[in-house]
């Protein structure tokens, strides 16, 4: 029987400013998502956070887009937004942009990843959180884990992976999509994820089995809003071994620190760095972005876990790493390459800037 892996999250507070969650809120999520548990609701679930986002982690057998699961995500962060008001958090219910819930948590706010699979013997996944960062920041990381022979050397060598991957792509301003197999259309894949601030991938998929290997949230709040209301901290979804990439393939691309949009109010490039749970709660210059994986066996539904899988010395060379580029570009102050390009801000308040300044223009 086909199950559902759903990974719900929204800023709904801060603690202090946008780097942390107050343990309150996250206790919360937790008390919440264990008596949906002990109802029957959910199979299992989990409450996490990275920086100031909760992640719910939920396992379920109501299907993708189910109501009933969406409506008490919602439900859920309505309340923690009543808890983050009670202690003063910062931007209580920041990224709830709408009055009452209305069928599906898509378009409200919220970010979802949404995982139907049918249960292996052993079903290794990996739950990815991020945070102050944007719904393209996986493009790189995916395409090295399902695409790059250098990086997943099950391509080459495993036969379920040798037939490669389809990739969904979506253009988070036109709301398309499209599907790219590769290794044939790697070129024509890179054409658009090599922009992540407008395409992002989707969902990855095996050729051969057609099994979903990864999905990530693609949610862009400022187009939801039509304001600037901060990036959209994306999560995750990742299957490990198998007919898809061994754990260590899916953990590798993040031996890199990749640049991506987000740090300070969503307006700047910075490194993405890979950190345990306990080290996600970024605060010089509202980063750098962080990362955390929580790798989980799943068995009959339950979560068996989470291992924090970045919580490992081989990835200290790369938290380094990122922390040179972030001096680096921090140095650049309001210029590019630091400050995202004018036509990715225009959710700031640069048109306003701009409309006030267009009289003072002249010919040359």
């Known amino acids: 029987m086909p199950r559902t892996l759903s990974v719900i999250k929204a800023d709904i507070g801060g603690f202090v400013g946008h780097s942390a969650m107050h343990p309150e809120v996250e206790e919360l999520g937790r008390e919440r998502l264990r008596d949906a ?25 109501h299907g993708q887009d189910a109501e009933v ?25 920041q990224d709830l942009l709408v009055d009452a819930f209305s069928g599906n948590i898509k378009g409200a706010g919220p970010g979802s990843a949404e995982l139907e699979y049918e249960e292996r013997p052993s079903e290794p996944v990996i739950v990815f959180m991020a945070d102050k960062t944007s719904a393209g920041a996986f493009n790189l990381p995916f395409y090295k884990m399902f695409a790059d022979p250098f990086n997943t050397a099950g391509l ?38 090599g922009s992540p601030a407008r395409y992002a991938i989707k969902r990855v998929v095996n050729r051969a089995t057609g099994e979903i290997a990864s999905v990530s949230s693609t949610d862009k709040l400022s187009l939801i809003a039509g304001r600037y209301v901060g990036k959209d901290d994306p999560a995750a ?28 109010r969503g307006s700047h490039y910075g490194p993405l760095m890979p950190v345990s749970l306990g080290d996600a709660h970024p605060a010089r210059f509202d980063g750098p972005p962080r990362l ?42 309001p210029f590019e390459p630091h400050r995202l390009p004018l036509d990715e801000m225009e959710y700031t308040t640069m048109p306003a800037v701009a409309a006030k300044m267009s009289d003072r223009w002249a010919e040359m």
């Open 69 to 93: 699961v969406h409506h008490f995500a919602w439900d859920l962060f309505v309340a923690g937004t009543e808890v983050a008001k009670k202690l003063h958090l910062y931007g209580a219910g």
């Open 156 to 193: 080459v060598i495993a036969e379920p992976l040798h037939s490669g991957f389809s990739f969904e792509v979506h253009d988070v301003k036109e709301h398309k999509k499209i599907v790219l197999n590769c290794p044939e259309e790697i070129y024509d894949l890179l054409v658009f994820i």
């Open 237 to 264: 979804i990742v299957r490990c071994q198998g007919a898809f990439p061994a754990v260590g393939e899916v953990l590798e691309p993040f031996t890199t620190a990749w640049i991506v949009e987000g740090f300070m």
């Open 37 to 61: 548990v002990e109802s029957g609701m959910l199979i299992d679930a989990q409450a996490h956070s990275c920086g100031d986002d909760l992640f719910l982690i939920m396992s379920h057998d």
């Open 292 to 333: 955390v994986a929580l790798g989980f066996q799943i068995a009959d539904g339950k979560l068996i876990g989470p291992r924090d899988m970045f919580d490992d010395p081989s990835f200290n060379n790369v938290r380094q790493e990122a922390n040179d580029v972030a001096d680096q570009l921090r140095k650049h102050g």
